[in-house]
């Protein structure tokens, strides 16, 4: 009796990682490419409808736009640009002429950067896929 892994993600390998070896990507053989933060479910149950071209492609592009909560903290805590991180450049100057809330929305924002990234990742990934299924059908 063997111990298979399924293919539902119980092996350890991330969406992106099993579609980049799967179409022999970069990092198909020397190790896997790392996602800056999870692809949304949704995209995710998507995604696995297509052919495996087309899935390393969707990482590439979004391996290239998607933004890190990390790097939004680190941006905050320097120079209070959250907001343009995420594009949200007419609130990002809002943010600045109110010397960023009198502090207290600098301060409420240490909380919401999460939210803030995330809702930014999933409207690319759905950009990405939309532009990748218009490009490809």
């Known amino acids: 009796m063997t111990n298979e892994t399924d293919d539902a993600g119980t092996d350890g390998v991330s969406c992106g990682q099993r579609a980049t070896r799967q179409a022999g990507g970069a990092g ?7 996602m800056p933060d999870p692809v949304p479910a949704r ?4 995604l696995a ?12 592009a979004y391996r290239r ?4 909560t990390a790097t939004a903290y680190v941006i905050c805590l320097l120079v209070g640009g959250q907001y343009g991180y995420v594009g949200r450049w007419a609130l990002q100057i809002l943010f600045w002429v ?6 207290v929305w600098w ?19 759905h950009e ?7 490009r490809s059908g």
């Open 28 to 34: 198909a053989d020397q190790g896997v490419m790392a």
């Open 43 to 46: 995209v995710r149950e998507e």
């Open 49 to 60: 409808a297509l052919p495996a071209p087309t899935q390393a492609a969707f990482h590439e």
């Open 65 to 68: 736009r998607a933004r890190s």
């Open 98 to 103: 109110t010397l960023c809330g009198l502090m």
């Open 107 to 125: 301060a409420v924002d240490l909380f919401r950067i999460p939210g803030m990234v995330r809702r930014y990742n999933s409207r690319v990934a």
């Open 128 to 134: 990405i896929l939309e532009a990748l299924r218009t």
